[in-house]
């Protein structure tokens, strides 16, 4: 259960601090970075993605920008998980396409999400006890699959 928090956290603090330092480079240098308009693009949009962003009147791009940090945020303080549509939620915002989150990672943090929600969310009396080799594989699998979306993430933070 304290991995799912950590990777939770991680998940919630990496994206934050992409989205941070995209917005605040941007109001100075007026750059268009993949995190603002991930931000942007993202804004009020369920995940999984499915539909575009509603037209509405236009607003001041530095206004709209900053409000659609502010939403990423309240967003994020709402999260509460790891699951895929977590994950998406966190990240595509934050300049990662699609493409980049590979399939075997959503596909673990659903299952390892779906694990601990079990445990969580169920009596003690009527859980199985889950396999500590299985908990250990997907942990390792994870962390593997974690450190290479950090490098992306990072780099999206410092462009």
Known sequence: MLVHAEIENYLETI??????AAVNRWKVDKVPRRAVLGLIAFHGVTMPPTTALNQQRPVELEARVDECRTRYFNARSKNHGI????ALLLLLPAGLAEYQLS???L???ETFGNQRGQVAHTTFAAQSPP????ALRIVTRLLSR?????SLLVELRDE
Not at 15 to 20: A, D, H, L
Not at 83 to 86: A, C, D, G, R
Not at 146 to 150: F, G, I, K
Request: hydrophobic share 25%; glycine share 16%.
């Open 107 to 109: 596909s673990d943090l």
């Open 15 to 20: 994206g934050g601090e992409v989205i941070n």
């Open 146 to 150: 974690l450190r290479t979306l950090d």
């Open 83 to 86: 699951k895929e549509k977590n």
């Open 131 to 134: 396999d500590p080799g299985d």
């Open 103 to 105: 399939s075997g990672l």
